[in-house]
T-cell receptor, first 116, second 108 residues
Framework: NAGVTQTPKFQVLKTGQSMTLQCAQD?????MSWYRQDPGMGLRLIHY???????DQGEVPNGYNVSRSTTEDFPLRLLSAAPSQTSVYFC???????????????FGPGTRLTVT | EDQVTQSPEALRLQEGESSSLNCSYT??????LFWYRQDPGKGPEFLFT???AGEEKEKERLKATLTKKESFLHITAPKPEDSATYLC?????????FGSGTQLTVLP
């Protein structure tokens, strides 16, 4: 069981470039989410998905797109990178939704993104 | 607006010196309060779920408690390996709202 995997671990982009952060889980979890973590601001939800084909916005969705074509994969796309998107990005998954179970999330190791 | 606030922001303890971390929340229809541990350079790791006021959970030197407005993470006789950032979170509307964390350093 690999859990939640993320690639790449590190990435440097120039302003205006686009890229996709990959996230995969092998636990058959329905709920998946993307967070960004910035110093002093904690984890902020970008987008989440409650199952294949269903996604929704979180607290800070602007500049990011997601899709969920399979249960296992939940990629995050940066459309046109900006320095304000410099952050650490975490993908997470959980086994249940709607009953508070989404709190017991399993996190990936993170992607450190720098936009110059 | 749902809010989760943690204090203190940072805490330095001597090995064996017990203390508590605080998490206060204003989330309507609270359906659980969660504690996570995050080591530098890693993703958060789930520790506890508390569902109702008065509930307590323990794991090694950690004990989490919950009241109607706040939660405490008590650390008894901590060791240097307990050094980490501790995060609390509350779910609402299919989302988790995280506090900004308490960075705990335990000195040998």
């Amino acid at each position: 069981n690999a859990g939640v995997t993320q690639t790449p671990k590190f990435q440097v982009l120039k302003t205006g470039q686009s890229m996709t952060l990959q996230c995969a889980q092998d636990m058959n979890h329905e709920y998946m989410s993307w967070y960004r973590q910035d110093p002093g601001m904690g984890l902020r939800l970008i987008h989440y998905s409650v199952g294949a084909g269903i996604t929704d916005q979180g607290e800070v969705p602007n500049g990011y797109n997601v899709s969920r074509s399979t249960t296992e994969d939940f990629p995050l796309r940066l459309l046109s990178a900006a320095p304000s998107q410099t952050s650490v990005y975490f993908c997470a998954s959980s086994y249940s939704i709607g009953t508070g179970g989404e709190g017991e999330q399993y996190f990936g190791p993170g992607t450190r993104l720098t936009v110059t | 607006e749902d809010q989760v606030t943690q204090s203190p922001e940072a805490l330095r303890l001597q090995e064996g010196e017990s203390s508590s971390l605080n998490c206060s929340y204003t989330v309507s229809g609270l359906r659980g309060l969660f504690w996570y541990r995050q080591d530098p350079g890693k993703g958060p790791e789930f520790l506890f779920t508390l569902y109702s006021a008065g509930e307590e959970k323990e794991k090694e030197r950690l004990k989490a408690t919950l009241t109607k407005k706040e939660s405490f993470l008590h650390i008894t006789a901590p060791k240097p390996e307990d050094s980490a950032t501790y995060l609390c979170a509350a779910p609402s509307a299919r989302q988790l709202t995280f506090g900004s964390g308490t960075q705990l350093t335990v000195l040998p």
